[in-house]
């Protein structure tokens, strides 16, 4: 599709939802939420849905807008952001009851289920698609606009950490510094600063932690009871995965949590230099990027642990 087929399906639409992937990151908050300006600029409104999302980012512009549940029963427009597959978009149904769908997204493995489907799976964070997108489609990047999409690159870069940072992405990240963004602010926010019960979960799973084949694998963990004993809330385990990866000589960090009611765990899976674990991750019917990744196990830590650890051994 081209990107002057997303501007008529905007201009034509009334009601317009934004969703995103379940348990939302950075990315995936800051992109739904420039998509809401951005929209807003095309002399519309849209209603951002996220069951749950991390308080950390309340400090984005429209954050304190997004919506637990639509209260829409059909819209004429679905726009997806940040998500690679149905099965993991947050308020699904509001998205395939919707006359017209829209999906945009940045990772490698994309089932392409929406009417118009714009991937990228060179871009590190689906906000970078959006500057060129709205650049293209004439949408001004204002000072807010620009605040919730270098939120989006921050989270997906690491901090432009990560092997998938290009020239173009610092160049971005200077034309924002230009137009007002406090990028060492943003920065501060989401990286810099741990919530409490984040703390007392970073030490917990340091505790834990475990290694396999020689130091290249760090395993850790944690259940429903150790959030509940911390305070936890929705986005208080983000970052826990990169304590494993930090560590010297460390190849692939596992970091498995509890998912209440589902009898099993969400594995998350980072890597260093060489690992693609997108692909270690879709062999658990899973996905994501070479060094960012994750899915989904049914059984008890040992069960999931000894899974994880068996495709590892393959690749490590």
């Known amino acids: 599709m081209t990107l002057d087929n997303i501007l008529e399906e905007i201009k034509k639409a009334e009601k317009i939802v934004i969703l995103t992937h379940e348990t939302p990151d950075g990315d995936a908050i800051g992109s739904s939420l420039a998509m809401k300006l951005a929209v807003r600029q095309l002399g519309k409104e849209a209603d951002v ?22 209260e829409i029963e059909r819209y004429d427009l679905a726009i997806s952001l940040d998500c690679a597959d149905l099965k993991r978009l947050a308020g699904a149904e509001s998205f395939e009851s919707a006359k017209r769908k829209i999906q945009i997204d940045h990772h490698s493995i994309n089932t392409m289920f929406a009417d118009h489907n714009f991937v990228n799976p060179v871009a590190p964070a689906c906000c970078e698609i959006l500057i060129g997108m709205f650049e293209y489609l004439g949408i001004e990047i204002t000072q807010e606009l620009g605040t919730c999409i270098i939120a989006g690159i921050i989270t ?23 137009k007002g963004v406090n990028i060492s602010n943003v920065y501060q926010k989401v990286l810099s600063t741990n919530t409490k019960p984040n703390f007392e979960l970073s030490r917990l799973v340091s505790n834990r932690m475990e ?25 208080d385990h983000e970052g826990l995965v ?19 009611g589902a009898n099993g765990y969400k594995i998350s899976l980072r890597s260093k230099e060489y690992v693609n674990v ?38 490590i």
Do not use: W
Request: one cysteine or more.
């Open 49 to 70: 849905i996220m069951p749950k999302h991390s308080r950390t980012f309340d400090f984005l512009p429209e954050a304190n807008t997004i919506k637990v549940q639509s």
């Open 156 to 178: 997906d870069t690491g901090g432009f950490q990560y092997a998938d940072v290009t020239a173009e992405t610092f160049e971005f990240a200077a034309e924002l510094l230009r």
């Open 211 to 235: 290694f396999f084949e020689d130091g290249k694998i760090a395993f850790t963990y944690m259940n429903l009871e150790d959030e509940r004993k911390a305070g936890a809330q929705e986005g």
């Open 242 to 260: 990169n304590i494993g990866r930090n560590i010297e000589g460390v190849e692939v960090s596992v970091f498995i949590r509890e998912k209440e």
């Open 278 to 315: 997108a692909d270690v991750a879709l062999m658990l019917g899973g996905g994501g990027h070479i060094r960012a990744a994750g899915c989904f196990s049914i059984g008890t830590v040992e069960e999931v642990k000894a899974k994880v650890l068996a495709e590892l051994k393959k690749v």
